[in-house]
């Protein structure tokens, strides 16, 4: 049986700069002897870019690096599609800017996606439908405040098509617009949706699939 230690120690600042050799929070799997989660989650570090050396960790399952302040740095470009085993990312309020790279569209494993209160990174290439194509196993989607106006009222077909598995679903200040596609009734598993300050978005999904499992719908 496999062993899971938590591990604790200072983290290490160098001119200014983050170093991830020593981590506030992380947990080994003994077995393997490999980091399988990291956890930076609201400590308020603050780096100017994201450590290459990270993406050595390829046995990550979680990495949390929410309230990091990145100085509106750059997503690398390449790097998170070597973290295969990624289950829970959560780059959420890390002031990052740019497009979202290529790599994260890559972790098929993906259960939970949080990219929110980011508002300078976007869709490019991959767009949203592309993007989406690869996360079948999605249950968690929290992409509030990045502009997906792009998509146009595509969005809720996409996710239909998508990530079947859906269970909670966050796109407030989002730019969406439109009519919600027919096919979004499919998502039968989510519970719990914000869609909130969407002014042009129109809500026309039948009240029965609303009032029967949706929690928040602004």
Known sequence: MRKHIICRAMVLYTNGRMKYTYIQKYTCDMALGTVISLDLGELHLASRHLDPALFN???????????????????????????????HLNLSYTYFRGQIPIGIASLKNLVTLDLSR????????????????????????????LDLSSSGSTWSSVLADSVPQ???????????????????????????????YNSELILNLPAKFLSSFLSYLP
């Open 118 to 145: 980011n508002y300078d990174l976007y869709f490019g290439r991959p767009n949203f439908q592309a993007f989406m194509a690869n996360m079948s196993n999605l249950k968690n989607l929290y992409l509030d405040e």
């Open 57 to 87: 960790l390829t046995s990550l399952r979680n990495l949390n690096l929410a309230f990091s302040d990145f100085n509106e740095a750059l997503l690398p470009a390449s790097g998170f599609e070597r973290l295969t085993d990624m289950i």
């Open 166 to 196: 859906l269970q909670v679903l966050s796109l407030s200040w989002c730019s969406i617009s439109g009519s919600i596609h027919p096919s979004f009734s499919r998502l039968h598993s989510l519970t719990m949706i914000n869609l909130g």
